[in-house]
């Protein structure tokens, strides 16, 4: 079993930046696929970045140039820098691990809110 603890989420006026955390428990966060996603009210969860085991990342086309997906594998954290924050990027962020079709966890989400 592994769990998720995210970190890193709060107000931040837009332009302003963020970092998030997701620390995983367990001993397969270094072969997994590590993912951010986020749920604005009344929409429906969305990707926002992903990494996988070999470090290749992948982005929404929104959020390309402004956000970073990285991983630390010796500290089985991956962490989400965001950047030029716009009031459309207010949602509930996500991390997600993936290792396969029975080992798929999420965290239980921060929330970051861009606002003036």
């Known amino acids: 079993q592994v769990q998720l603890v995210e970190s890193g989420g709060g107000l931040v006026q837009p332009g302003g930046s963020l970092r998030l955390s997701c620390a995983a428990s367990?001993?397969?966060?270094?072969?997994?696929?590590m993912g951010w996603y986020r749920q604005a009210p009344g929409k429906q969860r969305e990707l926002v970045a992903q990494?996988?085991?070999?470090?290749?990342?992948h982005y929404r086309d929104s959020v390309k140039g402004r956000f970073t997906i990285s991983r630390d594998n010796a500290k089985n954290t991956v962490y989400l820098q965001l950047n030029s924050l716009k009031p459309e990027d207010t949602a509930v962020y996500y991390c997600?691990?993936?290792?396969?079709?029975?080992?798929?966890?999420w965290g239980q989400g921060t929330q970051v809110t861009v606002s003036s």
């Open positions: 997600n691990l993936y290792y396969n079709r029975y080992n798929d966890y």
């Open positions: 367990g001993s397969i966060f270094r072969s997994s696929a």
């Open positions: 990494i996988n085991s070999g470090g290749s990342t």
